[in-house]
Structures are given as structure tokens and as C-alpha cells.
């Protein structure tokens, strides 16, 4: 069986430990793996035809993005679907997706005119993030109106979220199908460089984490979780992240695909029906013209 792993360009440009294990066991156990970053292919889009029995989708820039949605439209299988990798890279979907589905995340706000967010500024800190951001790039934490007015007119659509207060750490969770790893690390703007700590994972958070899972669609995936006062609140999800500081996990992530590859195991994207809970309904008003309060 043919797999092909559509990679990210990294800096520095080292392979990641971990996929290296993954694809020495694939190999090992018969599969035929080849990988290729797209920024670094000449290719035709109306000349690439499926020609893999399983892409693995690793990368999220725009460019593997649009790849994968030409094979998508061929009918190729991939590890993630290319309609919850998709999804997952919108954090206003994502956001929308997660709270339908009893998730806790910030409560969240769009628009393409910054000054209309004074009078919620004026009442709590809010946190400003690109929609399709990634490792944190572009995003700001706005406590005050002058901070405001002095960000930058955002050249992309953003997603606005309350500021959720935590301890100073970033909580990292990694899901392998039914498997549930976390990590904790300081945060700072290189965290995601960094491998952590591996720690236990409560009940409440494996929950939430599977939950998530459910609602986009995905099997291999991680999110951002803060422990807020209130309880874990998740800020962010990714597809296919590094797993960074989870201890012998290439193992477990090829037998995952080996099992998807084989059909032992699947995903669906769930319908509107099943994403939705009945108490969420308002969420999928398409306007809400009243001025904030």
C-alpha cells in the first residue's frame, strides 16, 4: 500500500524525530511511504491525479491546503479529510463547530472594522488572532482602547475571543484516535519549538479533547487548552501536530494509520444534526444586529 505524507517546510530544515520513526515502522511493516513538501514541487493542479492509496496531510499552508482539496475532489482518502482539515485551519468555524458541540472556548467575535469592538474592550481584555493563524503568529492581546487603536488594519479576517486568564502554561493535548496524551510547557512565542512535560490527563480534558474529535472530524489531531478558574477552556486546535515531549508516541500514531489505511478504522465529518446540541441552537444565527452590550 502507497503513502504519501504532504510535510511542512521547517526551520531549521530538520526532520522531525518523530515522523522519521513513524516512517521507518510503516516501511518495516510493508507499506510504501514517500513524502514531499508542496512549496518545494513544480507541479500542474489540472495534471495531479491520485496515484497514493492514503495522503497524510501534515502541512498547513495554503498551498498543501489547495493540493489536497484537487485530490480531494479526485476522490483520494486522506488522514485527515480534507473537509476537517479545512475546517480545523478556520478558527471561526472551528470556534462555532467546537461551542455547538458543548466544547468550551472563548466567547468570540467577527468583523472587519476594529472600532466596533470599543464598548467590549471597555468592559474585558480581548485576544485578536488571524483566522487562519499558526504558532501564534499575528495574534494580539488588546487590554485597553488605545491598544486597540494602535493595531494595525488586519489584511486578513480575524477572530476576536475574550482574554481567558491561566496559569502561565500552555497545556498542550494530543490525540491519536482514542489515545489522549498532554504535555505541559511555559508559554512564551517559541513554546511550540519546545517538548514539555509529559503530565496526567483528567477525565474532564480527555473528554473535552474526544469531543473535539467528534465535532471536526478528526482522528489525529492536538489542542491548546488553558486551565482557566472556570475549569480547561480550549483556545486552539490543530490537525496533525508535532507531538512534541509525548514519550514513545511514533508507535502509536503508525499503528493508527496502518489501522486507517487498512479500513479498521474511520472518520466521518458530522453532519449539522449531530454537531448541534439542542441548547446551542442560537449559535447558528447568521446575525445578530443587536449592539454590543
Not at 526532520?15 to 507499506?31: A, N, Q, T, W, Y
Request: hydrophobic share 40%.
Amino acid at each position: 500500500m502507497r503513502l504519501y505524507f504532504l510535510l511542512t517546510q521547517r526551520v531549521p530544515a530538520v526532520p522531525s524525530p518523530v515522523l522519521l520513526e513513524v516512517f521507518d515502522i510503516l516501511k518495516r511493516i510493508g507499506f510504501h511511504v514517500e513524502s514531499g513538501i508542496a512549496e518545494e514541487i513544480l507541479l500542474q493542479p489540472d495534471h495531479l491525479a491520485v496515484a497514493h492509496d492514503l495522503y497524510l496531510l501534515k502541512s498547513h499552508t495554503e498551498l498543501s491546503l489547495s493540493l489536497a482539496g484537487v485530490l480531494h475532489g479526485q476522490g483520494a482518502r486522506m488522514l485527515n479529510p480534507y473537509l476537517s482539515c479545512i475546517t480545523t485551519q478556520d478558527k471561526i468555524i472551528t470556534s462555532q463547530r467546537l461551542r455547538a458541540a458543548d466544547v468550551s472556548v472563548p466567547q468570540s467575535w467577527v468583523t472587519g472594522e476594529l472600532d466596533l469592538l470599543r464598548p467590549i474592550i471597555e468592559r474585558q481584555p480581548l485576544i485578536i488572532k488571524p483566522y487562519r493563524g499558526h504558532r501564534g503568529a499575528g495574534i494580539h492581546i488588546v487590554r485597553t482602547v488605545s491598544e486597540l487603536e494602535a493595531i494595525p488594519e488586519p489584511e486578513t479576517p480575524v477572530i476576536i475571543q475574550e482574554y481567558i486568564p491561566g496559569t502561565g502554561e500552555d497545556l498542550k493535548v494530543y490525540v491519536v484516535g482514542e489515545n489522549v496524551f498532554a504535555v505541559r510547557k511555559t508559554f512564551s512565542s517559541s513554546s511550540f519549538t519546545e517538548f514539555g512535560r509529559p503530565c496526567p490527563v483528567s477525565p474532564e480534558v480527555r473528554e473535552m479533547a474526544q469531543r473535539v474529535g467528534r465535532a471536526l472530524g478528526l482522528g489525529l489531531y492536538g489542542l491548546d487548552v488553558i486551565e482557566s478558574p472556570k475549569g480547561p477552556v480550549v483556545v486552539d486546535v490543530n490537525y496533525f501536530p508535532g507531538y512534541k515531549g509525548v514519550p514513545d508516541i511514533a508507535p502509536v500514531i503508525a499503528k493508527y494509520i496502518e489501522e486507517y489505511a487498512n479500513g479498521n478504522v474511520g472518520l466521518n465529518w458530522p453532519s449539522p444534526a449531530s454537531a448541534i446540541n439542542a441548547d446551542n441552537l442560537s449559535s447558528f444565527v447568521m446575525f445578530n444586529m443587536d449592539p454590543p452590550q
